[in-house]
């Protein structure tokens, strides 16, 4: 599903160069659940901005499924995100003007991969799915953290990606609820979703398959 061969990447700062990645070599198959773990600077985020098509490496190649993402141009990257990976937030990224229901259907708005009379119900359907679907017609400032991060992770499958990526999903939760989500991601590969999920919690991280140690830019 994922290939990764010597992936590196590196950032111009004032102060000059810093390597983020060096010489990554990773595989991740089918319906595999991750957890890449780390200290802050390891590289973990930048590994999942390469796996998402959200920015490119400096050397090396990406692919995943079919697709060689450091050949494809910026409109191609973008469509093919958009039908083919849900990304999750710390921060849950949820637009507060629009409910919980919109939210869901906005991915579906912007790839137009599912009829138009069919969004609504798949976006209730999907909130049932991660146990939120009464809080539906609420704004999400309504909604609690834990409420929130399940309507991310909703709006995550809307256009039903083989590719859920999370970058510290439950930073800003409590133990237990941060346990129910990562139980959630657990749920979603038995699917068949390949889960990719930063975080430094090591222990909510055993809910997943495997885990993988980034140091200081390198597969420990």
């Not at 697709?67 to 921060?91: M, T």
């Not at 919109?102 to 069919?118: G, S, T």
């Not at 809307?158 to 970058?167: E, H, K, R, V």
Request: hydrophobic share 45%; aromatic share 4%; charged share 20%.
């Amino acid at each position: 599903m994922i290939e990764l061969r010597g992936v590196a990447k590196t950032f111009t700062t004032p102060a000059g160069t810093f390597p983020a990645l060096r010489g990554v070599d990773l595989d991740i198959v089918s319906g595999e659940s991750v957890a890449v773990v780390g200290r802050s600077g390891s590289g973990k985020s930048t590994l999942l901005h390469m796996v998402g098509a959200i920015d490119r490496p400096s050397e090396g190649s990406v692919r995943v499924g079919d697709a060689a993402l450091e050949k494809l141009s910026p409109d191609a990257l973008a469509r093919w995100r958009g039908r083919n990976v849900g990304i999750v937030f710390q921060f849950f990224q949820l637009l507060p003007t629009l409910t919980v229901a919109e939210n869901v259907m906005l991915p579906m708005d912007f790839a137009a991969a599912i009829p138009a009379a069919e969004r609504r119900p798949r976006a209730l359907e999907l909130l049932d799915r991660v146990g939120i679907r009464d809080q539906a017609d609420k704004l999400p400032a309504t909604l609690s953290g834990g409420q929130q991060q399940r309507a991310a992770i909703a709006r995550a499958l809307a256009n039903d990606p083989p590719l859920i990526l999370a970058d510290e999903p439950t930073g800003n939760l409590d133990t237990a609820t941060a346990a129910e989500i990562f139980g959630l991601f657990g749920e979603l590969a038995a699917t068949g979703k390949t889960v990719v999920i930063v975080t430094h919690e090591r222990d909510a991280a055993a809910a997943l398959g495997r885990t993988v140690t980034l140091v200081d830019g390198r597969l420990a």
